[in-house]
């Protein structure tokens, strides 16, 4: 029984939150509009960026000295697979998959 009523407080805290904090935002945007209004700059609409600040220059660091590259790898060739080509190991795969695993391993069924 006490478990369910702490559910049932969350599932009410969370509903109280999708409610409330939609019309506190609101509030909030009306509020910044009204007191931009007053001080004479334009009200920004919801959803624009307001315009920043220029920010100074980077200032010029000293130049990293380029590395030569290590030469390239040497391309291998694939080792042969034992049991054929991927293709074969691949049917194989699927045959085991569908045929599942050996009867032959498990316990004897019993007799009628």
């Not at 920010?55 to 660091?61: E, K």
């Not at 042969?80 to 991927?86: A, I």
């Not at 045929?99 to 004897?108: D, E, M, S």
């Amino acid at each position: 029984m006490g478990e369910l009523l702490v559910l049932l407080v969350i599932g009410v805290f969370l509903w109280l939150i999708n409610v409330v904090l939609p019309i506190w935002a609101q509030r909030q945007q009306r509020d910044a509009a009204r007191d931009a209004a007053s001080a004479g700059v334009p009200p920004v609409p919801p959803g624009v960026l307001r315009p920043q600040p220029p920010r100074p220059a980077r200032q010029a660091g000293p130049r990293r000295q380029l590395v030569p590259a290590a030469p390239l790898a040497v391309v291998r060739q694939r080792a042969p697979l034992p049991l054929g080509n991927r293709r074969d190991m691949r049917r194989a795969i699927v045959l085991i998959t569908v045929l599942g695993p050996c009867r032959a391993f498990g316990p004897p069924d019993p007799a009628p």
